[in-house]
């Protein structure tokens, strides 16, 4: 009875006005009632890889990884049948989801009952539902007519999901489909988070891209702002035009302009050829101008004057170009600073902020750091072609209280050293588990964790050298660190030491430092 109960409840749900989380979420709610699992997921078929949509019992990394079915041969013999697979408790293949069971008491055990659901419609693979039990007797009593019914039942419920998805999306994006979106989670265009922040994000960013409004996007360093950036130009009218990119502290004053309207041949010295610049490559489509704050004041009236007639000049030429280009901004700089210290248009910040969109720094989204610490392992593992990697609770709540000044970049690149140091104290292919020894001192000196104020070295002045001698010696060092710092960007490290960027030039050179980003 109980089991029909539960058909009745997943049925009833076909035809509820539920969003597509609160969807998957019921239907495995009501699964457990009837399957003894642990451990439950609900995957959706991407190409050649299974994607979760929703989990329950697993760790909240889970949901942040792509399982590849050359990769993981149980999801592959699932997807291979044409009914559900229940596997035997010796089977040697290892399991997706070994060590990711909330209540494993050992993070490297392996799952000893597993069972899985093709999902089909119309004879079409779309996904697959999986459970997991660490009882090794559990599934043997179901019924393989109930499973088959139950995947059914899950296979309409991804289709409804989908369907759902996609006609909200083709009244706020024109047009745009469920696997348009998914196309842009390949190519990297998808915010990954299911915080508030995060959601309000992505409702501010599909609300904009409709429209060829000019968006400024705003955030502290490693936020993700190009990923939003992409995320409206995915989403627009434009999608199907290029969208180029184009960093602006990364440019000498010198070739700003070219880069920016192109030049004629022998407009000025090494000037070879003809060359259209970003305005015309990008005719039809979008320019994204990164780090806008770092645009040189001389420049910014030829912008103004792109942005608002949509008209630009090459160098050396006397001819007018019309353009069509959408224009996307981003910058890490209080502008309405830098025009009230005079570094910045207020014309051209006006017209750049027709929308200003904010993206939320990490400590701000805290609930997303397991799903993002899921994705940069998996990714991270890859890349370094190590075998499966976990985190244990206690790296993953250290994450989770660090207030990451660096936002997910900075994730990441913990991230990458932890898994690294981890990889090296294990045989190649197995099980490869993060542990707080792993992520470092620099989390555990996180406010809230543990000191927060490292001791700083003292200067003092020693016999033969003077006060001037010892004071330069420390800027210099300072200055080379934090350069190293920020990857060798002096734009970047200008910020940090709270200097415009002409001023930190002339101090790195006054102190004889080679500085590649000053005027020769």
Same mark, same amino acid.
């Given at each position: 009875?109980?089991?029909?109960?539960?058909?009745?409840?997943?049925?009833?749900?076909?035809?509820? $006005?539920?969003?597509?989380?609160?969807?998957?979420?019921?239907?495995?709610?009501?699964?457990?009632?009837?399957?003894?699992?642990?451990?439950?997921? %609900?995957?959706r078929l991407e190409g050649e890889d299974l994607v979760p949509v929703a989990a329950r019992?697993?760790?909240?990394?889970?949901?942040?990884?792509?399982y590849p079915l050359d990769r993981h041969p149980r999801l592959a013999r699932i997807c291979?049948?044409?009914? !559900?697979?229940?596997?035997?408790?010796?089977?040697?293949?290892?399991?997706?989801?070994?060590?990711?069971?909330?209540?494993?008491?050992?993070?490297?055990?392996?799952?000893?009952?597993?069972?899985?659901?093709?999902?089909?419609?119309?004879?079409?693979?779309?996904?697959? #539902?999986?459970? @997991?039990?660490?009882?090794?007797?559990?599934?043997?009593?179901? @019924?393989?007519? +109930?499973?088959?019914?139950?995947?059914?039942?899950?296979? $309409?419920?991804?289709? $409804?999901?989908?369907?759902?998805?996609?006609?909200?999306?083709?009244?706020?994006?024109?047009?745009?489909?469920?696997?348009?979106?998914?196309?842009? =989670?390949?190519?990297?265009?998808?915010?990954?988070?299911? /915080?508030?922040?995060?959601?309000? %994000?992505?409702?501010?960013?599909?609300?904009?891209?409709?429209?060829?409004?000019?968006?400024?996007?705003?955030?502290?360093?490693?936020?993700?702002?190009?990923?939003?950036?992409?995320?409206?130009?995915?989403?627009?009218?434009?999608?199907?035009?290029?969208?180029?990119?184009?960093?602006?502290?990364?440019?000498?004053?010198?070739?700003?302009?070219?880069?920016? +309207?192109?030049?004629?041949?022998?407009?000025?010295?090494?000037?070879?050829?003809?060359?259209?610049?970003?305005?015309?490559?990008?005719?039809?489509?979008? =320019?994204? =101008?990164?780090?806008?704050?770092?645009?040189?004041?001389?420049?910014?009236?030829?912008? #103004?004057?792109?942005?608002?007639?949509?008209?630009?000049?090459?160098?050396?030429?006397?001819?007018?170009?019309?353009?069509?280009?959408?224009?996307?901004?981003?910058?890490?700089?209080?502008?309405?600073?830098?025009?009230?210290?005079?570094?910045?248009?207020?014309?051209?910040?006006?017209?750049? /902020?027709?929308? !200003?969109?904010?993206?939320?720094?990490?400590?701000?989204?805290?609930?997303?750091?397991?799903?993002?610490?899921?994705?940069?392992?998996?990714?991270?593992?890859?890349?370094?072609?190590?075998?499966?990697?976990? =985190?244990?609770?206690?790296?993953?709540? %250290?994450?989770?209280?660090?207030?990451?000044?660096?936002?997910?970049?900075? %994730?990441?690149?913990?991230?990458?050293?932890?898994?690294?140091?981890?990889?090296?104290?294990? !045989?190649?292919?197995?099980?490869?588990?993060?542990?707080?020894?792993?992520?470092?001192?620099?989390?555990?000196?996180?406010?809230?964790?543990?000191?927060?104020?490292?001791?700083?070295?003292?200067?003092?002045? /020693?016999?033969?050298?003077?006060?001037?001698?010892?004071?330069?010696?420390?800027?210099? @060092?300072?200055?080379?660190?934090?350069?190293?710092?920020?990857?060798?960007?002096?734009? $970047?490290?200008?910020?940090?030491?709270?200097?415009?960027?002409?001023?930190?030039?002339?101090?790195?050179?006054?102190?004889?430092?080679?500085? !590649?980003?000053?005027?020769?």
């Open positions: 009875m109980e089991t029909f109960d539960t058909l009745i409840t997943v049925a009833l749900d076909l035809t509820a $006005a539920l969003s597509a989380g609160d969807r998957y979420r019921r239907l495995l709610e009501a699964l457990g009632g009837v399957i003894p699992y642990d451990a439950a997921s %609900l995957l019992g697993l760790s909240a990394d889970a949901l942040g990884r792509r291979r049948a044409s009914e !559900p697979v229940r596997f035997s408790a010796d089977d040697p293949s290892p399991d997706p989801f070994d060590g990711m069971i909330r209540g494993d008491p050992s993070a490297a055990r392996r799952v000893h009952a597993c069972l899985g659901c093709p999902l089909y419609v119309e004879g079409e693979l779309i996904g697959a #539902l999986t459970a @997991d039990a660490l009882d090794p007797t559990a599934f043997q009593g179901l @019924d393989q007519k +109930f499973l088959r019914a139950i995947a059914a039942m899950a296979a $309409a419920q991804m289709r $409804a999901a989908d369907l759902m998805e996609a006609l909200e999306n083709s009244a706020v994006r024109q047009g745009m489909i469920a696997r348009d979106l998914m196309a842009d =989670l390949h190519r990297g265009k998808e915010i990954l988070g299911s /915080s508030l922040a995060v959601e309000h %994000l992505r409702r501010e960013i599909g609300l904009v891209a409709g429209s060829d409004f000019t968006v400024l996007v705003l955030g502290e360093t490693g936020v993700g702002k190009e990923l939003a950036v992409r995320a409206i130009h995915a989403a627009s009218l434009r999608r199907n035009a290029p969208l180029l990119y184009l960093n602006c502290a990364a440019l000498p004053e010198g070739l700003a302009e070219s880069e920016l +309207f192109g030049h004629t041949k022998g407009a000025f010295t090494g000037a070879v050829r003809d060359r259209p610049g970003k305005f015309e490559v990008a005719d039809g489509g979008t =320019l994204f =101008l990164d780090e806008i704050g770092e645009l040189p004041l001389s420049i910014q009236p030829k912008l #103004l004057r792109a942005v608002q007639e949509g008209e630009v000049r090459r160098i050396g030429s006397g001819r007018t170009v019309r353009v069509n280009v959408r224009l996307l901004a981003a910058t890490n700089r209080n502008l309405e600073e830098e025009v009230r210290e005079g570094r910045f248009r207020a014309d051209l910040f006006h017209r750049l /902020s027709v929308y !200003p969109l904010v993206v939320p720094p990490l400590r701000e989204r805290r609930e997303d750091i397991p799903l993002l610490a899921g994705h940069f392992c998996e990714a991270i593992q890859r890349r370094l072609g190590l075998g499966p990697v976990r =985190l244990d609770s206690d790296a993953l709540g %250290l994450l989770r209280r660090y207030p990451w000044p660096g936002n997910v970049r900075e %994730l990441e690149n913990v991230l990458s050293r932890a898994i690294l140091k981890a990889g090296a104290q294990v !045989p190649r292919g197995k099980l490869v588990v993060v542990a707080p020894v792993h992520l470092g001192g620099d989390l555990e000196a996180a406010p809230g964790i543990g000191d927060p104020s490292p001791p700083r070295e003292t200067l003092r002045v /020693s016999a033969g050298r003077s006060f001037r001698e010892v004071v330069e010696d420390f800027q210099k @060092d300072l200055i080379l660190q934090t350069v190293a710092g920020n990857r060798g960007n002096w734009a $970047a490290a200008a910020r940090e030491l709270g200097m415009h960027r002409s001023n930190l030039h002339k101090l790195a050179s006054r102190l004889g430092i080679r500085n !590649p980003g000053a005027k020769r």
